[in-house]
T-cell receptor, first 112, second 116 residues
């Protein structure tokens, strides 16, 4: 069966520090991968999605970036965090572009 | 552009009573529709989907949803609510083809509280 992992589970970082969040998927190959941010426990904002290694589409201009160095690894990064980057970050995968997405457990990021 | 509306921020229902969480959507062409549930500080869990076929879709934990094309709605229902159903529910839509067909667009979520 397929599983999706995210780490760390929680993170507290000062403003201006770098960020690296990691997401890995097991039990499937060539998944579509997604990064979302959820603010204030409500709506989800799609940040990035990837249909293959090295292929990243950005949905929102911001100081975040994403990379996909391996087929089942998706990384969310920032060189300098802003207060507004605080939130709950969710990684998801889908098999192809048509089916449902399956979500990881999330990372709670607090920028102070 | 595709969009989803969940008109109720919160729904309260007594345990044992039927529940409905409303969702309407807008998309070019035919939609794929989804419901997810989120418990506090957890990821989203997939409940059910409509792709094609029977308008009444059955999913996990006794939930079902009815696709109504003329009303562009996909309301989530359960005949008898449990206290453990209390959570945040998200409706999502994806276009079958064309621009945006790789993306799920989510509603803002509806908080369901089941009162013992």
């Amino acid at each position: 069966s397929q599983t999706i992992h995210q780490w760390p589970a929680t993170l507290v970082q000062p403003v201006g520090s770098p960020l690296s969040l990691e997401c890995t998927v097991e039990g499937t190959s060539n998944p579509n991968l997604y990064w979302y941010r959820q603010a204030a426990g409500r709506g989800l904002q799609l940040l990035f999605y990837s249909v293959g290694i090295g292929q990243i589409s950005s949905e929102v201009p911001q100081n975040l970036s994403a990379s996909r160095p391996q087929d089942r690894q998706f990384i969310l990064s920032s060189k300098k965090l802003l207060l507004s980057d605080s939130g709950f970050y969710l990684c998801a995968w889908s098999s192809g572009g048509r089916g449902e997405q399956f979500f990881g457990p999330g990372t709670r990021l607090t920028v102070l | 552009a595709q969009s989803v509306a969940q008109p109720e921020d919160q729904v309260n229902v007594a345990e044992g009573n039927p529940l409905t969480v409303k969702c309407t959507y807008s998309v070019s062409g035919n939609p794929y529709l989804f419901w997810y549930v989120q418990y506090p500080n957890r990821g989203l869990q997939f409940l059910l989907k409509y792709i094609t076929g029977d308008n009444l879709v059955k999913g996990s934990y006794g939930f079902e949803a009815e696709f109504n094309k003329s009303q562009t709605s996909f309301h989530l229902k359960k005949p008898s609510a449990l206290v453990s159903d209390s959570a945040l529910y998200f409706c999502a839509v994806r276009a079958v083809s064309g621009a945006g067909s790789y993306q799920l667009t989510f509603g803002k979520g509806t908080k369901l509280s089941v009162i013992p």
